[in-house]
């Protein structure tokens, strides 16, 4: 509980005085409703001649409190829905953000579609737990309190029946607590399966159509669905004994304040007008207690969101900041590494030994699954060695590889990873920031800093305080079941996160500036759209033709459209040869001294292969170039040839 409440606090920052304002309007609520059951109460019995007064006075009265009633319930309304989305775009964001400054090798274990659905669903359930929930709950309890004295001043005995009887019976309902929270962890995971699920397929529709596995994929969505009925019916089934409950609880105290009011009405014993209160207070004592049991649903729901998105911000972040760029000429060695996944496999690699000095060009090759893969991951710090060393130095200093040597490295990962956009945006996405940055070059500007985001999410780590294995750990067991096999996922997304990280500066806004949430919440909605604007006017078409020919990437002049020709998700539009090559362009705008191309000429042919080759070779300068390749045209182009074997090295 102790740190559900600091994730609670942790997504309130910032939207504090807002929730405080919704509370306070509805105190005001409150009130009114509460002087319009005694004013009404006193315009029938100045109606009936039990007291004296002015009729016409008490009449206005009724309708200011009316009219007010009105407004401030717009109020609270329009207060609610702009808090609740400026406060999910707040916490999605940091959640987010916390997501691509975590390990990659902790984040691979669950699957992206569950990612997906915490960060969205999740995320809705708890902010609407602090904007509505909490907020009604407190309201409804001084409502039921304020009810409760203006009825004991009328008739304490009806007062001490419905006072006592009311909220015993209404706690009653507690019991069904414990299977609410069962059952709604139940749907939530079967949600994430249906997400994770119909991602893959759609994401791999070419294999699935290619198969014919279509009716397959359908079969398996629907017995997932089936799942996810189930435990709705479940779930259902305790909320519907609940609301019978509450039924019975409430009509049984209705009738009790009828048939009490009669009582004392056929006796003389109030008036009219205090017959009329009885019952519009027996109503505002009803409604906070069905309030509070209403929102019994959504604090269980708000719970497990709470622990999944706890699980999901445990992750060990990465130390990205003041990031290290070599200049001048840089050499990589590796001295004895090795390493495996897990403490019970084999070593992938084992006591492996390189050397990759400036200007030159190296081929590893070797038989598939051997570790080739696994070796780029190493230099890019995504995994860290068992044993051994890995370092970079230039003339003057030295440094061991770790996330803050990455922007050493240009990597280039197998299948190209373009995004959807044009084809101008995806090679800018590898400018970074650089005014001038050309193969050969003698120096490298540094990439630009992740102080600003770091700061906040290190300041986010003083509020998540890692409580992963205590939150939804089954879960965490399925999803890591469902995907630690396929290790290669997430490629993609690092690199595109490495270059976020390095051009955006704006992390934390909302805190800082809470008196203009909703503008800082804009600019951080049109943050990436700005980042590629602010790109496209620093990275010139010469650049980026430069950088396209050395790819063998002419092609793209010939297109209609040009460089701003619009590609779809995953560059659709391009063959794989020809998004490959971009992709191969677009890494060659970055300002790392180290090129890491895994499988990069895959998809090309002989011919094309080697014109990129002699290309790099002829503007290769002091930069060095690794590739990962299969390819032996490839290699014989290259000035060493380095051969993975299981457990030995040539």
Not at 151 to 158: Q, S, Y
Not at 275 to 300: C, D, H, K, N, W
């Amino acid at each position: 509980m102790k740190s559900a409440l600091q994730f609670l606090r942790f997504a309130s920052r910032g939207f504090r005085a807002r929730l405080a304002a919704i509370t306070v309007i509805g105190l005001i609520e409150v009130a009114l409703s509460l002087a319009f059951v005694w004013f009404s109460k006193t315009i029938i019995d100045v109606a009936t001649g039990n007291i004296e007064g002015s009729l016409l006075f008490y009449a206005v009265l009724l309708v200011v409190l009316v009219v007010l009633q009105i407004l401030f319930r717009a109020w609270d309304l329009r207060l609610r829905r702009l808090t609740e989305v400026r406060m999910s775009n707040h916490v999605r964001y940091n959640v987010f953000s916390r997501l691509l400054y975590s390990r990659w090798q902790e984040l691979a274990s669950v699957h992206s579609g569950d990612m997906l659905t915490r960060i969205i669903r999740d995320t809705d359930d708890v902010v609407d737990v602090l904007v509505s929930s909490l907020p009604l709950a407190f309201t409804a309890v001084i409502q039921f309190a304020g009810a409760l004295i203006i009825l004991n001043v009328l008739d304490p005995t009806l007062a001490l029946i419905l006072g006592i009887g009311l909220p015993v019976l209404a706690s009653l309902s507690h019991l069904y607590y414990r299977y609410m929270k069962k059952y709604t962890l139940q749907v939530k995971e079967s949600e994430s399966l249906i997400t994770s699920m119909m991602e893959e397929s759609l994401l791999n529709q070419v294999v699935i159509r290619t198969f014919e596995r279509q009716e397959e994929e359908l079969d398996r969505l629907g017995s997932l669905q089936s799942q996810l009925q189930e435990s709705v019916q479940k779930r259902t089934r305790v909320s519907v004994f609940a609301n019978l409950l509450m039924g019975l609880t409430f009509n049984g105290g209705y009738i009790t304040a009828f048939l009490w009011s009669a009582y004392r009405l056929a006796y003389k014993k109030v008036s009219f007008g205090t017959v009329t209160a009885y019952l519009q207070l027996v109503s505002r004592i009803q409604r906070p207690l069905f309030e509070l049991v209403r929102q019994l649903p959504g604090m269980v729901a708000a719970k497990a969101a709470v622990e999944r998105l706890i699980f999901l911000t445990g992750f060990t972040l990465e130390d990205v900041r003041n990031p290290i760029l070599l200049q001048g000429n840089v050499t990589l060695r590796m001295q004895d590494v090795t390493f495996s996944y897990t403490e019970d496999e084999e070593p992938v690699l084992d006591r492996f030994s390189l050397e990759l000095r400036p200007g030159t060009m190296v081929a590893v090759m070797g038989p598939t699954g051997v570790g080739k893969t696994t070796l780029l991951r190493l230099l890019l710090a995504l995994v860290k060695p068992d044993a051994g060393s890995i370092t970079l130095e230039d003339e003057l200093n030295q440094a061991e590889v770790s996330e803050r040597t990455r922007s050493n490295f240009v990597y280039v990962p197998q299948g190209g990873s373009l995004i959807s956009g044009t084809i101008r945006e995806n090679l800018q996405l590898g400018y970074a920031g650089a005014t001038e940055v050309r193969l050969g070059s003698t120096g490298a500007r540094s990439t630009p800093s992740a102080r600003a985001r770091l700061k906040q999410v290190d300041h986010t780590t003083e509020h998540l305080t890692g409580h992963r294995r205590s939150a939804d750990g089954a879960d965490h067991r399925r999803s890591a079941a469902t995907v630690a096999g396929d290790r290669r996922l997430g490629h993609a997304d690092h690199r595109r996160s490495a270059a976020a990280v390095a051009s955006d500066r704006r992390l934390g806004h909302a805190d800082q500036h809470k008196r203009d949430a909703e503008e800082v919440s804009d600019r951080r909605l049109g943050q990436a759209g700005q980042r590629r604007r602010r790109t496209a006017a620093v990275a010139s078409d010469e650049e980026l033709r430069r950088v396209l020919e050395i790819a063998s990437a002419e092609f793209v002049f010939d297109l209609p459209n040009g460089l701003d020709t619009v590609l779809g998700e995953g560059g659709s539009g391009l063959s794989e040869g020809q998004a490959q090559r971009i992709a191969i362009a677009r890494a060659l705008l970055r300002p790392g001294k180290i090129l890491l191309l895994d499988e990069a000429t895959s998809a090309l042919d002989e011919k094309t292969a080697r014109t990129f080759v002699e290309n790099l070779r002829r503007e290769i300068g002091n930069r060095s170039i690794l590739f990962i390749t299969h390819q032996s045209h490839i290699a014989d182009l290259c000035d060493q040839h380095v051969e993975i074997c299981i457990n030995d090295l040539k």
